[in-house]
């Protein structure tokens, strides 16, 4: 049960390493912003340095000249193309009227924003010859996001999450979403009762997509004898597997 997190951190590129860090040497769980950048440096991590690619530039600047379309914003009008945003039904005459293609957020579901090809999850379970069980996860974040959003990626429970005694799971998709649901934990506990990991990792999706049908997302579930399965909901997930006993890394393909 011990646990390392970052979130919302800048200019360091190893966000692992860093909670790997904050897990080893503090007794904190989770370090965010500006100062968990700081502390990743002092501790001996390369930064601070401009994580900007030539691609994610050129995403900006497309996003910024479609009138900052799309966005994860709801319920709110703006002042001009980009904002600032204000609630719907507050907004002073003098502003000027904005027309219902202007809202943010009301005109496209939230499948539109999360898929195969938009965001960078990094989820993975290891089980060393002792038998002990760790998982970590890593993430760039969702594209177009609000400045200061926290996804999943950080949270115990929902991304990663593991015990010696059960077993793991990992998660990607719309870490908003899944975060409401502590997924991973859902699936380690089902575990402990004596569920199979294909059961427990489709349950654990199934109670996510109940509530929300255009969710988009996907666990995978080990347990402690290496056991494994995945479920998905909205898209195709695949997931690797490597053992001694393997020659190569094996792809498992999960169908919704």
Request: include cysteine.
């Amino acid at each position: 049960m011990e646990v390392g997190a970052v979130a919302a951190m800048r200019y360091v590129k190893d966000g692992i390493r860093a909670a790997r860090l904050v897990m080893q040497h503090t007794e904190h769980t989770l370090l965010v912003g500006e100062q968990a950048s700081v502390f990743a440096i002092s501790m001996g991590l390369p930064g601070p340095t401009n994580l900007s690619s030539s691609d994610s530039l050129e995403k900006w600047t497309k996003w910024k000249a479609n009138h900052c379309q799309p966005n994860f914003r709801k319920n709110v009008v703006p002042v001009d193309s980009c904002g600032p945003y204000h609630p719907k039904g507050i907004m002073d005459v003098n502003e000027g009227e904005c027309s219902k293609t202007n809202l943010m957020g009301v005109a496209e579901p939230r499948s539109s924003h999360i898929g195969p090809h938009n965001h960078d999850t990094i989820s993975m379970a290891v089980i060393d010859k002792m038998g002990r069980v760790a998982v970590g996860a890593s993430t760039n974040g969702a594209t177009y996001k609000i400045p200061g959003r926290v996804g999943d990626g950080p949270i115990a429970g929902s991304s990663a999450y593991a015990d010696s005694d059960v077993g793991a799971c990992g998660a990607t998709g719309d870490g908003d979403i899944m975060m409401r649901f502590l997924p991973c934990y859902q699936v380690v506990e089902s575990m402990r009762l004596g569920v199979e990991p294909r059961i427990a990792a489709k349950d654990a999706i199934s109670r996510i997509a109940r509530k929300f049908p255009d969710f988009v997302g996907a666990v995978f579930a080990v347990n402690k004898s290496g056991v494994h399965a995945g479920a998905c909901h909205g898209w195709t997930f695949q997931y690797s597997v490597r053992s001694p006993e393997m020659d190569d890394v094996e792809v498992f393909t999960v169908f919704p």
